[in-house]
């Protein structure tokens, strides 16, 4: 029985390429919170029905998303720094800019939390209290949103963690999922964006300690790369997912996606933040 | 422990159910991998052979940089093709960049110094042996490479199956140039690479499980054509 | 291809003379056996000869690539069958396929090897196995065939097998160049002799006169048996 399922299952993979579901499609860079929460499972099967045009995603830090995107490799990018990608705007590169959803990022610790920051609702209070005691802290370390996030948390803690290199403050260079299991490993601390940690399987005794400042808003937008500079990027297609996704389909779309229940993403294309 | 053994479970029900997901990720992996061995060997083999023969100034150079190549790191291997590909790079209007064959030429190129310096080890032996009565037949270091190819057949099996295991366990070159797209670029060891970075360790451990019995199977079922072939013909 | 001349040559390894100054004619006829002790530098004259090496001093014509064909002391055989041993050399020869498949057939009769033609060749025994190279050899259908102490590892039994090869082959009016160091095989095969000593032709005599009684005393000793180096 075993071996008949997996001979069916081989034998017609083995002599053709799979064809692409659709001739038509577009390649969106995106984040890995964005994809390790299930999002795009949810709603593109949704946009492809409506416009025939498929999306591939390629999940990367929002840093390296926007390199992508420089590099003409995507049609469009859906990230999470904003002023990265204003950056990316003003040089050129694509645009304009379109807000599409928020939710927020979390900071998890040890459930001993050494630093004793459970039930601050004030995050920089809490970092200050982690610098403090010299508490571990993972920090992605890879130009992603969350570690640009991060970063500027830092700074309205007045801290530069920069000096704690090597000691408690511990850069991984890596996506949220490495992170989170590098801080179950070592009993640090470290800001997750809550969909992943949501999502996150390997928690051990890592918890959820501070939540709900207003400075933890996460918002990701989306952007379109610039046919212009890159004459392979396939413009029209890539108009035409902004339009949906920024839309009232899209956009309950994403309201829609829930986890356990709970809403991950809240779709915000109509407010002008 | 309990991870482990979940894994164990969880590898079990996965080609218990022929999980059609799986299937699609592990399918893609092999063809992906062939592929890439198919070109590996027509540009390898005959590199090999002839390095084994042939004298020439500069042979001594090849030969060295083969060696060093067969260490290059997979991320390397994959920066360069992700170069090459990108919509920026000298072969951008291909389009193959996040696809299966920007896999295929990635694994491809980090294997064909792998087939080309093992198969020159192992032809070179053949040829102590064949050289003189080879020259003796009139035979030139052109005509002697086909003939080795085909006299170390049964010892380039083993060096094909170096190629395709190193192949098929690489992760690095393949999730920078295919970009992990699921149901697209997904194969079997960036999907360990996925459900790893989402914790879920027993997942990935099964998957890996999976394509290590696959790859066993590879090996085995390879191992005993030689078997059969060498019976046959010595 | 006959006449063979070879007229002063010298061959050195690594600074050392293993051939110093030989000269000698090979025309058609009857074996020629080429003599000496272990060292004298019997291997390499034959390897010279046919065209594996190239001479430092001295000169070998006609000037081919490779002159007639060869059998080593311990037979080269392809990973093959042996009918695709036979066949490999004539192909390369430009031998035309029907003809090929002709002439297999009857090198393969001619050695009593046709009923293991679909064979894997190296899993023949050691004297089918050089039966075999003298077959493929002979298909080749040589003017002069040089043999490399062809029985040095066979037993008695394979050693008068491979002699009465040789002497068919040589009936048809192939000329047989040979090493060896086993003096009751030179007077069963020899027509000359080339008496080799030190890198130099020390004699070079019919068979009939040599073994009667060597010119040189060098020659003498060997046929006594005491000269061993």
Redesign the interface.
Known sequence: ??RR??L???LP??LA??A??QDRFI?LAST?STE?SGL??HILPAFTRASGIGV????LGTGQALDVGR???ADALLVHDKAAEERFVAEGYGGPRRQVMYNDFVLIGPASDPAGIAGTRDVAEALRRVSARRAPFVSRGDRSGTHAAELRLWQEAGIDPVRGRGQWYREVG?????A??TA?AQEAYLLSDRGTWL?????QALKLLVEGDARLLNQYGILAVSAQR?P??KAREAQTFIDWITAAAGQAAIAGYRVNGEQLFFPNAGSSK | MQDLGSAFMAAIALVRDGDAGMLAILGLSLRVSLAALGIAAVVGLPLGALLAVARFPGRRVVVVSLNALMGLPPVVAGLLVYLLLSRSGPLGHWGLLFTPGAMVIAQAVLITPILAALSRGVLEALWEEYAEALRSFGAGPWRAVPTLLWDGRFALLTVLLAGFGRASAEVGAVILVGGNIEGFTRTMTTAIALETSKGDLPLALALGLVLMVIVLGVNALAQVLRDVALRRAG | MLPIRAEGVSYAVGGAAILDGVSLTIAPGAPMLILGPNGAGKSVLLRLLHGLLRPEAGRITPAAAIRGAMVFQRPVLLRRSVLANLRYPMALAGVPRAERARRAEAALAEVGLSTLASRPARRLSGGEQQRLALARAAALEPQVLFLDEPCASLDPAATRAVEEIIRRIAARGTKIVMTTHDLGQARRLAGEVVFLHRGRVVEAASAERFFAGPASAEGAAFLQGELLW
């Open positions: 029985m075993v399922s997996l069916l299952g081989l993979a083995g390429w799979p692409a579901a390649t890995t390790q795009f499972g591939r995603v390629v999940a590099r003409g490799d890596q996506g949220m999922g490495p989170l299991n179950a999502a996150f399987r390997n928690r890159h392979g990027v």
